[in-house]
C-alpha cells in the first residue's frame, strides 16, 4: 500500500478546493461554516508565515555575523601569515637551508635523535687570520668576513652542501645528509665546491687588493670521508643539527695542515674522485688525536680529459687521422718523438 | 501502536516512536532536501496515533539546526500532537535547545506561543 502523500499546503488548497462549488450553490449556512473554516485556517497560515519570516530573519543575521567574523578571522590569518613567512625567513638564515624546509613541511625529526652515516667533511679557514684581524679596523673585518663567508656559502649551497656552522673564521660543512646522492656523489660534489671556492677566492683577492686591502684572505681547505653521528645534538630545550666522531676531528687536522690557497684531502675522499681531479700524493703524516698515519692528496684542479681522437689536414699534403686507443704506449710515443722532430724541422 | 524509527543522516534527524509508555523523540539537524518526502511518513504517523495510542505520549525534540521547510512540516506534526492532547493523550512535549543557541531558542518559544494549550517545556540541551 502507498503511503498517502504529504505536500506543504495540502490542507489549505483542499479548502481552497471547496470554493467554488460552494458558491455556486449559495447555500447561506454552508458559506458560513465554510468562512469559518477559511478564516481559522487563514489565521493558522499568516501564524507559520511570520514565524518563518522571522526565523528566516534570524538565521539571516547569524550567517551575517558569521560573514563578518570569517572576514576578520581570514584578515587575521593572513597578518599571522605574512609574520610567520618573515619569520620563518629570519629564521631560515640561522638554519641549514634542507633542515629550514624540512622542517616547515613537518618532515623534520625535532627529537634528541642521532643516525650513523656516511658523509663528505669539509673544513675551511683563513690562513693568518688572527695577525690579519689585529691588523684590520673592526667594521672592514666585519665587512669582508660577511663578504667571504656569503659567498662561500653561495657556492656551498649551490653544490647541495649543508652548512653545519662558522666558527670563527672557520666553515664547517658536510654533505651525505639530511639529502645524500650516494657517498661517491657527495665526496665528488664537496671536492668540486671546494675547487669552485678556491677558484673564486683568487677571483675575491684581486677584488680586495683593489680596495686596497693589503692582507687579502688566502684559506686552507682539508676535506674527509667516513662514518659520522648526524642529527640533532643538545636538549629538549636547545638543539643543534650537527656531526660529530672521529671523522669530522681528521677532516679539520687535514684542514690544520693544507697549504694556503689549496685543498687537501683524506684517502678515503680521493678515491670518489680519483678519476675527476688532479691529486699529488703526500707522505703519510701523524695528526694531534689521530692514532694512525694519514694519507692525503693535494687537489690542483679538475683532470684534463684528453681527447681521444686526432685529426690534421694541411693544404701541403699532411694528414693525420689517429684514434689514441688503438696504440700502444711505445707506439704513441715513438709517435709523438717523430711528430716534434717534424715540428722542430718545420719550425 | 503506531511505531517509527528513522535513522539520522548528515541532513535529517532521527525520528523515533516507540516505547511503553510512548515517546516521540526528534533530533539532530533538519534540512532534507526534500521535506515532503522526509517528513510525510512522520506526519502521518503522529495523525495515526490519534486512534492507536492508550497511553499517554511523550515528545521530546532536540534539534541543532532546522531550516524553513522543516519548520513548515513540524507545524504540521504539531496539529497533530494538537489533536492527541485534545483526546486527552499526551503528556508533556519538551524542547531541548543548544545553550549558546538563541535562535532554536526562540523557535521553540514561538512554537509554545503557537500552540498554547499544549503542556510545552523548553530546556537547554544537557
Same mark, same amino acid.
Given at each position: 500500500?502507498?503511503?498517502?502523500?504529504?505536500?506543504?499546503?495540502?490542507?489549505?488548497?483542499?479548502?481552497?478546493?471547496?470554493?467554488?462549488?460552494?458558491?455556486?450553490?449559495?447555500?447561506?449556512?454552508?458559506?458560513?461554516?465554510?468562512?469559518?473554516?477559511?478564516?481559522?485556517?487563514?489565521?493558522? !497560515?499568516?501564524?507559520?508565515?511570520?514565524?518563518?519570516?522571522?526565523?528566516?530573519?534570524?538565521? @539571516?543575521?547569524?550567517?551575517?555575523?558569521?560573514?563578518?567574523?570569517?572576514? +576578520?578571522?581570514?584578515?587575521?590569518?593572513?597578518?599571522?601569515?605574512?609574520?610567520?613567512?618573515?619569520? =620563518?625567513?629570519?629564521?631560515?638564515?640561522?638554519?641549514?637551508?634542507?633542515?629550514?624546509?624540512?622542517?616547515? =613541511?613537518?618532515?623534520?625529526? +625535532?627529537?634528541? !635523535? #642521532?643516525?650513523?652515516?656516511?658523509?663528505?667533511?669539509?673544513?675551511?679557514?683563513?690562513?693568518?687570520?688572527?695577525?690579519?684581524?689585529?691588523?684590520?679596523?673592526?667594521? @672592514?673585518? +666585519? *665587512?669582508?668576513?660577511?663578504?667571504?663567508?656569503?659567498?662561500?656559502?653561495?657556492?656551498?649551497?649551490?653544490?647541495?652542501? #649543508?652548512?653545519?656552522?662558522?666558527?670563527?673564521?672557520?666553515?664547517?660543512?658536510?654533505?651525505?645528509?639530511?639529502? /645524500?646522492?650516494?657517498?661517491?656523489?657527495?665526496?665528488?660534489?664537496?671536492?668540486?665546491?671546494?675547487?669552485?671556492?678556491?677558484?673564486?677566492? $683568487?677571483? %675575491?683577492?684581486?677584488?680586495?687588493?683593489?680596495?686596497?686591502? /693589503?692582507?687579502?684572505? @688566502?684559506?686552507?681547505?682539508?676535506?674527509?670521508?667516513?662514518?659520522?653521528?648526524?642529527?640533532?645534538?643538545?636538549?629538549?630545550? $636547545?638543539?643543534?643539527?650537527?656531526?660529530?666522531?672521529?671523522?669530522?676531528?681528521?677532516?679539520?687536522?687535514?684542514?690544520?695542515?693544507?697549504?694556503?690557497?689549496?685543498?687537501?684531502?683524506?684517502? *678515503?675522499?680521493?678515491?670518489?674522485?680519483?678519476?675527476?681531479?688532479?691529486?699529488?700524493? $703526500?707522505? &703519510?703524516? &701523524? %695528526?694531534?688525536?689521530?692514532?694512525?698515519?694519514?694519507?692525503?692528496?693535494?687537489?690542483?684542479? $679538475?683532470?684534463?680529459?684528453?681527447?681521444?681522437?686526432?685529426?690534421?689536414?694541411?693544404?701541403?699534403?699532411? &694528414?693525420?687521422?689517429? *684514434?689514441? *686507443?688503438?696504440? /700502444?704506449?711505445?707506439?704513441?710515443?715513438?709517435?709523438?718523438?717523430?711528430?716534434?722532430?717534424?715540428?722542430?724541422?718545420?719550425? | 501502536?503506531?511505531?517509527?524509527?528513522?535513522?539520522?543522516?548528515?541532513?535529517?534527524?532521527?525520528?523515533?516512536?516507540?516505547?511503553?509508555?510512548?515517546?516521540?523523540?526528534?533530533?539532530?539537524?533538519?534540512?532534507?532536501?526534500?521535506?515532503?518526502?522526509?517528513?510525510?511518513?512522520?506526519?502521518?504517523?503522529?495523525?495515526?496515533?490519534?486512534?492507536?495510542?492508550?497511553?499517554?505520549?511523550?515528545?521530546?525534540?532536540?534539534?541543532?539546526?532546522?531550516?524553513?521547510?522543516?519548520?513548515?512540516?513540524?507545524?504540521?506534526?504539531?496539529?497533530?500532537?494538537?489533536?492527541?492532547?485534545?483526546?486527552?493523550?499526551?503528556?508533556?512535549?519538551?524542547?531541548?535547545?543548544?545553550?549558546?543557541?538563541?535562535?532554536?531558542?526562540?523557535?521553540?518559544?514561538?512554537?509554545?506561543?503557537?500552540?498554547?494549550?499544549?503542556?510545552?517545556?523548553?530546556?537547554?540541551?544537557?
Amino acid at each position: 500500500m502507498t503511503a498517502p502523500s504529504f505536500t506543504f499546503y495540502d490542507r489549505e488548497r483542499a479548502l481552497l478546493a471547496e470554493g467554488p462549488e460552494l458558491l455556486a450553490r449559495a447555500d447561506p449556512l454552508e458559506i458560513k461554516d465554510y468562512t469559518i473554516r477559511l478564516l481559522d485556517r487563514f489565521e493558522k !497560515v499568516v501564524r507559520e508565515n511570520e514565524d518563518l519570516t522571522r526565523h528566516s530573519d534570524r538565521q @539571516e543575521q547569524r550567517l551575517v555575523k558569521l560573514n563578518k567574523n570569517l572576514k +576578520t578571522q581570514a584578515r587575521d590569518l593572513e597578518e599571522r601569515q605574512t609574520k610567520l613567512e618573515s619569520i =620563518s625567513k629570519n629564521l631560515a638564515r640561522y638554519l641549514p637551508p634542507q633542515i629550514h624546509e624540512a622542517l616547515f =613541511s613537518g618532515q623534520h625529526e +625535532t627529537a634528541v !635523535v #642521532t643516525k650513523r652515516k656516511k658523509l663528505t667533511i669539509f673544513f675551511s679557514d683563513i690562513r693568518g687570520f688572527t695577525e690579519i684581524a689585529e691588523n684590520l679596523q673592526p667594521e @672592514e673585518l +666585519t *665587512d669582508t668576513l660577511n663578504e667571504y663567508f656569503s659567498e662561500m656559502t653561495e657556492i656551498a649551497l649551490a653544490h647541495g652542501a #649543508t652548512i653545519d656552522k662558522y666558527i670563527g673564521d672557520a666553515i664547517m660543512i658536510f654533505f651525505g645528509d639530511p639529502e /645524500s646522492k650516494g657517498v661517491r656523489e657527495d665526496a665528488r660534489a664537496c671536492v668540486t665546491m671546494a675547487l669552485q671556492m678556491q677558484n673564486h677566492m $683568487r677571483s %675575491l683577492r684581486k677584488r680586495w687588493q683593489l680596495r686596497g686591502f /693589503s692582507h687579502p684572505f @688566502e684559506i686552507r681547505i682539508g676535506i674527509n670521508t667516513g662514518f659520522c653521528n648526524v642529527g640533532n645534538f643538545g636538549s629538549e630545550q $636547545r638543539l643543534s643539527y650537527t656531526i660529530i666522531g672521529g671523522e669530522v676531528n681528521l677532516a679539520q687536522r687535514i684542514e690544520s695542515i693544507a697549504d694556503p690557497g689549496g685543498i687537501l684531502i683524506s684517502a *678515503d675522499t680521493y678515491a670518489h674522485v680519483i678519476d675527476l681531479v688532479e691529486g699529488d700524493e $703526500r707522505e &703519510s703524516v &701523524s %695528526l694531534k688525536g689521530i692514532d694512525r698515519k694519514i694519507k692525503t692528496y693535494a687537489i690542483s684542479g $679538475r683532470k684534463q680529459s684528453r681527447p681521444q681522437s686526432f685529426k690534421i689536414s694541411h693544404p701541403a699534403g699532411v &694528414s693525420v687521422d689517429l *684514434d689514441r *686507443d688503438q696504440l /700502444s704506449e711505445a707506439e704513441r710515443k715513438n709517435l709523438a718523438d717523430q711528430l716534434r722532430s717534424l715540428a722542430d724541422d718545420l719550425s | 501502536m503506531t511505531s517509527l524509527n528513522i535513522q539520522a543522516t548528515d541532513r535529517t534527524p532521527e525520528i523515533s516512536i516507540e516505547g511503553s509508555p510512548p515517546r516521540m523523540r526528534i533530533s539532530g539537524e533538519s534540512f532534507p532536501e526534500d521535506v515532503a518526502a522526509f517528513y510525510g511518513p512522520v506526519v502521518f504517523a503522529v495523525e495515526s496515533l490519534v486512534d492507536s495510542l492508550t497511553e499517554r505520549l511523550h515528545v521530546e525534540i532536540n534539534l541543532a539546526y532546522v531550516n524553513s521547510s522543516s519548520i513548515k512540516a513540524l507545524y504540521r506534526i504539531f496539529e497533530g500532537i494538537s489533536e492527541i492532547h485534545s483526546k486527552n493523550l499526551l503528556e508533556s512535549i519538551t524542547w531541548f535547545y543548544p545553550d549558546d543557541d538563541d535562535i532554536l531558542q526562540e523557535l521553540g518559544e514561538d512554537f509554545k506561543d503557537r500552540f498554547p494549550d499544549l503542556p510545552f517545556q523548553i530546556e537547554i540541551t544537557a
